[in-house]
């Protein structure tokens, strides 16, 4: 049987990576059955095209993942496939919050054949084994002998052939620039973000998030070698190509275990399968000196903090003061001194927040190293505590949101501001942080560093502002550009001074390995991975 793994975009909002949740069913699927992967964001194509290629394609089952932002094009290339013949499963976080939307018995439409709730890991190879023999059942969940729900241990996590697969759709250089890159021979011609997950699981419970919900309590890890072993594939097929590769770590805390954390870090140190990463860590955690070491020797470049908001207040409201805001300008200068930066998200809309609370965090902001900051409003996503205690208070103004799906649109009434007041509030620290002048301020506090943590920054700081004011076309790219040029010619300068590893005062820098190997200085740093 032929299978189409799709995963559907919204035509508003893009990701800029692809879901692991593809790959993994990919690799858990028996062989006997072929399997083609199609990302909506990166082959972006009609519900009538889609389903003619499913028929060309002589497609026996299409899988859909979605999360709720992406459901309601899910539903509707859902139904037109339905409607052609072809057999759908759904899966993911939004369908095992509301199976009875996706299977038609809450009163609506039905979408699906069949659902998966949660982890699908254990039920993906019988789901296709019933698909084959046409016995395709309506819902699909990991359940042990006495009925009760089972998470994958991950003990036995399925090797990804990360080494074969083709990743052409996912390739971040643009078409028209890869010509350039192949002449004047500068390893770019690929860019590939990759996600990889090594544990699952949250304790934490904040109120707005479906991820303790979804995979519950208790943390579930991988074993360090077959993540060393994703990694060295990775960084084989890197340099086998003529092209990059970076690592997502995408747990929800990827250091929520600080002694397992750092002994996975050491393991990927001491096999040499170092890849630049990107992970999320909550703050807390990140006071360890040690970590932070091991961090930016093991290739971490930039960590993601959910800080939420500065207010404390606001903090306590969503069940999430663990995170202590009188302490992140320590994290970040600990972070910073490895020159490993950070992805700050912040949620307006909380309910202490009153209007001006764009400028008193950007205000506070100042003090920090330079940060990737990211701004979105408080959603009420489906089963989280936060969507029951809204319901209850009356305060749903949208409570199919996701049907009607619109970027930085609110589904509430907040309590101390205006819905529109939010969304202008989101808007201005956009605005704000990613201005022209705001860029320049974030390089030029990074002078005295090489000039690869300048490019990273110039660059990331680019596409980031496209989650919110959408890039699209040639012409809208060349006009940032051309806003932005004094950082980009300061930049370049330096490169041409000075070349793209070195400081301004000559010391080198092996990028991928951490800035702690300097080539030529004592090696203090390297201790702490041994
Ligand atoms: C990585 C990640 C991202 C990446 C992008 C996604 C990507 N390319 O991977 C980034 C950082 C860009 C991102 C952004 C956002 N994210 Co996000 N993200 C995640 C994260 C941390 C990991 C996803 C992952 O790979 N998990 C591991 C895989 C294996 O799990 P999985 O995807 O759930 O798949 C399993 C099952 O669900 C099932 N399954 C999934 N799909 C299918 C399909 C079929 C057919 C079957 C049978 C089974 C199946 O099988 C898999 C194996 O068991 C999750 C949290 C989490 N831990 O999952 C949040 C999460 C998915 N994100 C979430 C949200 C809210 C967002 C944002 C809206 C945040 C924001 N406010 O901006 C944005 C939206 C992005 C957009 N494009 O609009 C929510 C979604 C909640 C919901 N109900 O929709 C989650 C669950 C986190 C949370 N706090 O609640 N995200
Ligand atoms: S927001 Fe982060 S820390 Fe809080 S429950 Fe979700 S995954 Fe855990």
Not at 428 to 453: D, F, G, M, V
Not at 497 to 521: I, M, N, W, Y
């Amino acid at each position: 049987m032929r299978i189409l793994l799709y995963n559907p975009d919204n035509g508003v909002t893009r990701n800029f990576m692809p879901h692991l949740w593809m790959f993994l069913l990919q690799a858990l699927t028996p062989s006997e059955h072929e399997v083609i992967l199609v990302d909506g964001n990166t082959q972006p194509m009609s519900d009538t095209d889609l389903v003619q290629f499913a028929l060309d394609n002589k497609v026996g089952l299409v899988g859909i993942g979605a999360m709720t932002r992406m459901i309601a094009k899910g539903y509707r290339v859902a139904d037109a496939l339905r409607a052609a013949g072809v057999r759908v499963v759904m899966g993911g976080p939004h369908v095992t919050e509301l199976p009875d939307e996706a299977l038609g018995r809450d009163g609506g439409p039905r979408h699906a054949d069949a659902v998966a709730l949660g982890e699908a890991d254990e039920t993906w190879p019988q789901i296709v084994a019933d698909a084959a023999r046409g016995e395709l059942k309506e819902i699909y969940a990991s359940v042990d002998a006495s009925g009760e729900s089972r998470k994958p241990t991950l003990q036995d996590y399925p090797s990804i052939p990360w080494d074969s697969i083709n990743l052409e759709q996912f390739n971040r250089i643009p078409k028209v620039v890869r010509p350039l890159m192949r002449k004047f021979r500068t390893m770019w011609e690929t860019f590939h973000i990759i996600p990889i997950e090594s544990g699952r699981g949250c304790p934490y419970g904040c109120e707005f998030c479906t991820v303790t919900g979804f995979f519950g309590d208790s943390i579930r890890f991988r074993t360090n070698k077959s993540i060393v072993d994703e990694m060295l594939l990775l960084k084989a097929r890197a340099a086998r190509s003529d092209g990059k590769i970076a690592v997502f770590f995408v747990d929800d805390n990827f250091a929520i275990n600080i002694k397992r954390t750092k002994s996975l870090l050491r393991d990927i140190i001491a096999a040499d399968a170092q890849l630049s990463w990107v992970a999320q860590i909550s703050a807390n955690l990140l006071r360890d000196q040690e970590l932070v070491d091991l961090i930016a020797d093991s290739g971490g470049k930039w960590i993601f903090i959910g800080m939420e908001s500065l207010d404390p207040a606001n903090l306590a409201s969503v069940n999430k003061n663990f995170n202590k805001p009188g302490e992140y300008a320590a994290v970040l200068q600990n972070l910073a001194r490895r020159n490993v930066y950070a992805i700050t998200s912040f949620i307006f809309g909380l309910d202490n927040d009153e209007i001006g609370v764009a400028d008193r965090t950007l205000d506070q902001m100042r003090d920090w190293p330079p940060v990737l900051p990211v701004f979105g409003q408080i959603t009420p996503f489906p089963s989280t505590p936060l969507y029951a205690r809204l319901e209850r208070e009356g305060r749903l103004t949208r409570p199919k949101h996701w049907l009607e799906f619109e970027a930085f649109s609110m589904a509430h009434t907040p309590s101390k501001i205006s819905i529109a007041g939010v969304q202008a509030e989101v808007r201005a620290a956009w605005t704000k942080s990613y201005s022209p002048e705001a860029t320049q301020r974030a390089l030029t506090s990074l002078k005295s560093e090489p000039a690869a943590y300048r490019i990273s920054h110039l660059l990331a700081r680019l596409f980031f502002r496209g989650i919110y004011f959408p890039q699209k076309g040639t012409w809208a790219w060349l006009k940032l550009l051309g806003q932005n040029r004094k950082a980009i010619f300061e930049t370049f300068s330096d490169v041409i001074a000075h070349g793209v590893g070195k400081t301004p005062t000559g010391q080198a820098v092996e990028f991928e390995k951490g800035a702690r190997s300097f080539a030529g200085v004592g090696d203090a740093g390297q201790d702490s991975s041994s």
